[in-house]
């Protein structure tokens, strides 16, 4: 059996063969670092982690790369905004990255490269696409000549002309074809801006994925990933520039996650229907984002909902349950080996691992791969007992652990579980008070009670302990 991969380049599943044996290149799209992430960044985080899980979980050495964009239109407006710099705004919005992110079950990368700390390296890359005639220059601004690209629109499957008649192209009388994109910046006043043979400036956005790659994995690497919407102009144009660098293909594989929408409809912040994780996580335990999104198969589109969200919460509930209720029995048994028809009991359970395995090699199947371990738990739940030999019940425990740990799921304690979401719930009813929200405050108050929580407020701070 061998991994397959659906490649965005080619439409079709492809048996997923390394560059280097037993080892992965990695590449995944991460953040602009001017606010906190959006249930739609979520997606992608949480999918190309589980696929990077599963192929360390199949023996590759994973190389794991994911960039923080640093400096960005959006990172300078905020800093206006709030009156701090870009410098500081992208450094709070990393670290809050981080908190969503660890919530979120994401294993951090190999490397979190930012722009800032490659601008020398993104000036010598533009430099070398200028010398061998894929960049020009106007007035400072450095654009990377599409036309000179022959492949331009392979990844998209489109030809320049329909790309340029479909396309909402900015007006730039600089540039010499309307999908020419900038590669270099001239800086405008009350910009961030670095020393280039072309004047002060910095990066445009399609260029530091390509450096970054290239920097910390080589020029030629074996997955590269994000969300659908990347697809163009993004990775395109990474491509472009890359492989009119190096001559050589930039990623043998392509893969994209497919749209979130909420309550079945686009995701905007016009519509008013737009949720960072952090306002999630004051409703939801994180992990239940984390499970609803693999409940899905990653290139079909996911429909984002109360409804869908108390599916998943009930659903990880029942495999907490099974866990918990085994852990219990196991807990209460003497030593006993297993017996001969425990033994052909026991062999099922590979039968399990065996499915799981198949679903996850066919295109990171996690949906298939969740009804596996819901399989599982039936099974556990219809043969372990208080009467089952202590190591049978291990072998259970064995086989439930490892399929849930390959997608990161079903992996804390209740009382941790209860702990997090009591002080999340303390925090919520004192920014309340805060903000004078007094109603609010006793709203939660009576909700912690209700589970058991009594509160004392006290001079060194709002203490609590269960009756």
Not at 15 to 40: D, L, R, S
Request: proline content about 2%; hydrophobic content about 35%; aromatic content about 10%.
């Amino acid at each position: 059996m061998s991994v397959k991969l659906y490649n965005t380049m080619t439409r079709q599943k492809e048996e997923f063969v390394p560059i280097e044996q037993g080892k992965v290149k990695m590449y995944v799209c991460g953040p602009t670092v001017y606010n906190y992430i959006h249930i739609g960044n979520a997606r992608p985080f949480i999918i190309f982690d589980t696929l990077r899980r599963y192929l360390e979980y199949r023996g590759y050495d994973v190389t794991y790369v994911q960039n923080f964009t640093d400096v960005d239109d959006k990172i300078i407006k905020r800093g206006h905004e709030e009156g701090i710099s870009p410098e500081e705004v992208a450094s709070k919005y990393i670290n809050e990255y981080f908190v969503d992110s660890d919530g979120l079950g994401i294993k951090r990368a190999t490397v979190h490269p930012q722009v800032t700390d490659n601008i020398e390296q993104i000036i010598a890359f533009v430099k070398e696409l200028e010398d061998k005639g894929y960049a020009y220059e106007v007035n400072g601004d450095v654009y990377f000549d599409t036309k000179k690209f022959e492949g331009y629109g392979k990844l998209s499957k489109q030809k320049q002309d329909e790309l340029e008649a479909g396309a909402r192209i900015e007006v730039n009388d600089q540039k010499r074809h309307p999908m020419d994109f900038v590669l270099w910046k001239a800086k405008k006043e009350g910009e961030p801006g670095w020393s280039s043979p072309w004047g002060e400036g910095r990066p445009g956005w399609h260029i530091e994925c390509s450096v970054m790659s290239n920097r910390y994995l080589g020029e030629t690497i074996d997955i590269h990933a994000g969300g659908q919407d990347l697809t163009f102009p993004h990775h395109e144009n990474e491509i472009a520039q890359s492989e009119a660098r190096s001559g050589k293909t930039f990623a043998n594989y392509w893969i994209h996650n497919g749209y979130i929408n909420i309550n079945n409809e686009k995701m905007s912040k016009s519509k008013g229907n737009f949720f960072t994780v952090r306002d999630i996580s004051k409703l939801y335990d994180l992990e239940i984002v984390r499970f609803f999104m693999l409940s899905a198969h990653y290139r079909n589109p996911v429909n984002f909902s109360d409804e869908m969200l108390n599916q998943a919460k009930a659903g990880l509930e029942r495999l907490y349950n099974t866990k918990e209720k085994l852990e219990f029995t196991i807990s209460n048994l003497n030593e006993s080996s297993i017996t001969e028809e425990e033994s052909s009991l026991a062999s099922e359970l590979d039968s399990y691992r065996a499915k799981f395995i198949a679903a996850m090699d066919d295109d990171v199947n996690t949906a298939d791969a969740i009804s596996v371990i819901f399989e599982l738990a039936k099974f556990i739940n219809s043969n372990v007992s208080e009467k089952s030999s202590l190591e049978f019940a291990k072998k259970c425990l064995d086989e439930f652990n490892e399929l849930t740990s390959v997608l990161n799921i079903v992996n804390k304690k209740k009382d941790d579980i209860l702990d997090e979401e009591i002080e999340s719930l303390i925090q919520k009813r004192t920014e309340a008070k805060k903000n004078k929200e007094y109603q609010l405050a006793d709203e939660i108050r009576q909700e912690l009670l209700d589970k058991g929580i009594v509160l004392e407020d006290t001079r060194q701070g709002v203490k609590w302990k269960r009756i």
